[in-house]
């Protein structure tokens, strides 16, 4: 299982930024996609997952900025996030497994960093 997230960067507060997931090694439309976010020295915070069909959950701190979808045909997850807060600057983590939260996620990639300044 490989999973290569890119599209991190340095964005101003109000800005967007969309992060995508590579997904290979796996029959990925088998399986749950998502997202987590670490701030350096706190814990991993859950920020969206998104079923197979397409039905996707969020964090309720995401929750109306950020869009989950998926791309079953070219094993690719995108997270659009919008409405950019200074609290949005974390590593993002995609992670593949069998449910939508943390506990249900089994393979993760390496990260994207995501940093919200002016």
């Known amino acids: 299982v490989q999973l290569v997230e890119s599209g991190g960067g340095l964005v101003q507060p109000g800005g967007s930024l969309r992060l995508s997931c590579a997904a290979s090694g796996f029959t990925f439309s088998n399986y749950v996609m998502g997202w987590a976010r670490q701030v350096p020295g706190k814990g991993l915070e859950w920020v969206s997952g998104i079923y197979s069909t397409g039905t996707a959950y969020y964090a309720d701190s995401v929750k109306g900025r950020f869009t989950l979808s998926r791309d079953n045909a070219k094993n690719t997850v995108y997270l659009q996030m919008n409405s950019l807060k200074p609290e949005d600057t974390a590593v993002y983590y995609c992670?593949?497994?069998?449910?939508?939260?943390?506990?249900?996620?089994?393979?993760w990639g390496k990260g994207t960093l995501v940093t919200v300044s002016s």
């Open positions: 992670a593949t497994g069998v449910g939508v939260g943390l506990d249900g996620m089994n393979y």
